[in-house]
């Protein structure tokens, strides 16, 4: 290229009426086809998510978390009932913390799959969008069957769950599961074997540990680093039943460039994510005991709570997914809650990934961080 | 009134002129009023012509209905059909169902809706390109299919050079592709119409070359006399790297997956085509398809004995079947792999297709001057 071309820059929009900028908008500033500035822009989803929380009870307060993410509802609602339970000082029944984390898993594995079939559109191939969609949908019944929605599955309430298992929710997540490791191999061999795939994603969005911390990244972003920072190991909830089993965190470390990730590395992340889903919740499903699904008196505890205030957080898909909740003393709603999601930093951590990528690269790195607008807007 | 400047003018001489002055007039009136009637008096003759004369009126049955106008359109709208009912098959769902058996009839929906959409021109956009270049699109891509041999007898034209003329009109496409990109008044179309003719500089090196080779052993340029000399053996089993190569160069050319860069909807919206809407986007979307479909019947004609085949079938059945098996391959490979970047693109066409393309034009080189049997086979005289 002349000096000429490299010193005209070209400043162009990605979104919010592009096809894959849903709910969020990022200016580009070009020179030739590559990208050496980019400045991501939130504000297109906001819902004041913080200062409905200050208008619902405590049950109610869930459903508004989870709205924040439908495709890991299960896990989304989570940080505001732990925090709620922290501060009234809720029991939870055995029964209870098991189904959570079942559920919560199964949530996982649901918005993963979700995820990888919206990269590969990304990466332009409609196949692997629509085969774990379809399976995806087997997931989605069973969460139907358990609580009657889809989505706004609204299961976790302070001092245990809503719903109870039966036998046709655990017909069902059977033959999810079922479904998902039997054509697991072939989607991996897909992916993973393919060529293209990993000419598209090799090299792409690559960022060092300490980079990645800094950042504050979190979940699979800073676990295809190889660093085994999880939540659900590091500190163990007593209201859920992670400790109740054998598992390792899933870590991936690259041979390439150890202690670095890229979008090809955190795709593989991101299946083992699954995989361990999977074990979790086979492990788990023999060891649900019977018993209350809720603590009797949590309706009365949670009517009213003492003043306090409690830190919430969940290992989510996405990172750490954290909220922090104040009372007053004998309030009827939170006097404030602070949402922190996992997004907001990967989403702006584009600023320093995208420079210097190409711009059909661009959109290879948003997707390989799988930031969710629902997350930063609030 | 020699010598000197004369301001009168002569009136006798004036008044004696004005009679050939009107016969002037009255013969550049009757010379428009029988130019108008001779070519009214043209049309009938040339439609009389078309018509009573046995070998015209053949010709203009061939140029509308079959293999011509009628009949290339009706294979774009079952191309479409097709890719859109395998590509369903292929991810797992059911591709269009409702209308007509198997959505047989789906496309018609969809063109019907597509043409009575509004058409949104942008303001930035200029407006006359704007409006002829997407039928200039289709043409270029329409023409080329008089030169393919559907039929032994029933084709349309047989040129000595039809192979060059084809790819001449071809290569007018990205052309057109990066002008209506840059007429639309748009960063992203413009953007797409790079990328399209990017692909172009990519793809059609190898393409060409890779129509060398049945050239030469036909030893001729026309695509007719290039099916025909393929009576004793076809040449896929000569050059079996080569149909690859041009598989992959014309996909590459045509711009869809995995070379869609031009119209790569997660990254430039829909590229070139970004701003265009209704019948102007109807026009582009059946280009693309219509280029397709004529790679297809191309390498049918090139590489797989044309209408050469078992006797008992007319020889258009079997170009049609061939064409068939030819296109599924086609949808295949374009709904199996990952999309690749610009510069992938032209590092892939010129660092694997082009080696093996010219590797195939050098081994039919020495083969057609050292292999005395090959000449046999071909029927050719050197």
């Not at chain 2, 039929?151 to 009109?169: K, Q, R």
Request: a neutral charge; proline letters at 6%.
């Amino acid at each position: 290229m002349s000096p000429d071309i490299l010193d005209e820059t070209t400043e162009i929009w990605f979104g919010p009426q592009h096809v894959s900028a849903h709910g969020w908008a990022a200016k580009l500033t070009l020179v030739g086809d590559f990208v050496v500035e980019c400045d991501p822009n939130a504000g297109y989803f906001h819902r004041s998510a913080e200062k409905c929380l200050e208008f619902r009870n405590f049950r109610q307060g869930a459903l508004i978390m989870e709205r924040l993410c439908m495709l890991e509802a299960f896990l989304a609602e989570y940080p505001y009932v732990q925090a709620v339970e922290k501060i009234a000082g809720l029991e939870v029944p055995e029964r209870a913390k098991v189904m959570r984390t079942i559920m919560m898993e199964a949530s996982r594995i649901h918005s993963l799959q979700f995820w990888w079939g919206q990269f590969s559109a990304e990466l332009g191939l409609f196949a692997m969008l629509l085969w774990p969609w379809v399976d995806r949908e087997f997931f989605l019944d069973a969460f139907e069957e358990l609580s009657g929605s889809r989505h706004a599955v609204s299961y976790s309430t302070p001092g245990g769950v809503k719903y109870d298992f039966n036998d046709k929710v655990l017909e069902k997540l059977d033959i999810a599961i079922a479904r998902f490791e039997d054509r697991m191999p072939v989607m991996r061999d897909m992916l993973m074997g393919s060529p293209t795939f990993r000419a598209r994603t090799e090299g792409i969005g690559q960022y060092t540990l300490k980079q990645g911390l800094k950042f504050g990244l979190s979940g699979p972003p800073i676990k295809a680093c190889g660093l085994p920072m999880d939540l659900r190991k590091d500190a163990p909830d007593p209201n859920l039943a992670y400790d109740m089993i054998d598992w390792e965190v899933p870590v991936t470390e690259s041979e390439e460039h150890p202690g670095e990730s890229d979008a090809y590395d955190r795709m593989v992340q991101r299946f083992r994510e699954m995989e361990t889903s999977v074990e979790i919740i086979r492990k788990l499903l023999p060891l649900v005991p019977e018993g209350p699904i809720v603590d009797p008196k949590a309706r009365g505890k949670s009517n009213r709570l003492p003043e306090g205030e409690a830190y919430g957080r969940v290992e989510g898909t996405r990172g750490i997914s954290t909220l922090w909740l104040k009372t007053t003393e004998k309030a009827q709603t939170p006097y404030r809650a602070k949402i922190r999601g996992p997004c907001f930093n990967s989403y702006y951590s584009l600023k320093h990934l995208v420079p210097g990528a190409k711009f059909a690269d661009f959109i290879v790195v948003f997707g390989s961080l799988d930031p969710y607008p629902g997350w930063w807007d609030r | 009134m020699m010598g000197g400047v004369v301001l009168q003018i002569d009136f006798f001489a004036w008044l004696q002129g004005i009679p050939s002055w009107l016969y002037g007039v009255i013969q550049w009136i009757f010379g428009i009023v029988s130019g108008i009637f001779y070519w009214i008096w043209g049309i009938f003759t040339w439609i009389w012509a078309a018509v009573f004369d046995v070998a015209n009126f053949f010709f203009l049955i061939r140029a509308i209905l079959f293999p011509g106008l009628v009949f290339i359109l009706m294979t774009i709208i079952f191309a479409v059909w097709f890719t859109r009912k395998l590509w369903g098959r292929i991810q797992d769902r059911r591709g269009p169902f409702h209308l007509g058996k198997y959505g047989g009839l789906q496309l018609f929906a969809d063109a019907i809706k597509l043409v009575a959409k509004e058409t949104i021109i942008p303001d930035k956009a200029r407006r006359w390109m704007y409006r002829f270049l997407p039928s200039m699109l289709l043409l270029v891509v329409l023409i080329p299919f008089a030169f393919i041999p559907w039929d032994p007898i029933w084709f349309i034209a047989d040129l000595s050079v039809s192979l060059v003329l084809v790819f001449a009109f071809l290569t007018a496409v990205p052309v057109v592709a990066l002008l209506s990109g840059w007429i639309s008044g748009s960063k992203y179309t413009l953007i797409g119409g790079f990328r399209a003719a990017n692909n172009q500089f990519a793809s059609e090196i190898p393409l060409i070359i890779s129509t060398i080779g049945p050239a030469m052993l036909a030893g001729s340029l026309s695509v007719m006399a290039i099916t025909q000399a393929q009576s004793n053996i076809w040449f896929i089993f000569l050059l079996p790297i080569n149909v690859a190569t041009f598989l992959v160069a014309a996909i590459a050319s045509v711009g869809t997956f995995p070379f869609d860069a031009p119209v790569a909807d997660s990254e430039v919206i829909f590229g070139w085509r970004t701003e265009f809407s209704g019948i102007y986007f109807t026009l582009t979307y059946f280009a693309e398809f219509a280029e397709q479909a004529l790679y297809s019947a191309l390498i049918v004609a090139l590489f797989l004995g044309g209408f050469q085949g078992p006797a008992f079938l007319p020889g258009s059945v079997i170009f049609i079947i061939k064409f068939l098996i030819v296109f599924f391959f086609f949808v295949v490979v374009t709904s199996s792999f990952h999309r690749l970047r610009q510069d992938q693109i032209v590092y892939f066409c010129w660092k694997y297709l082009l080696p093996l393309s010219i590797l195939n034009v050098v081994l039919v080189m020495l083969g057609i001057a050292n292999i005395p049997a090959l000449q046999a086979i071909l029927g050719i005289g050197g």
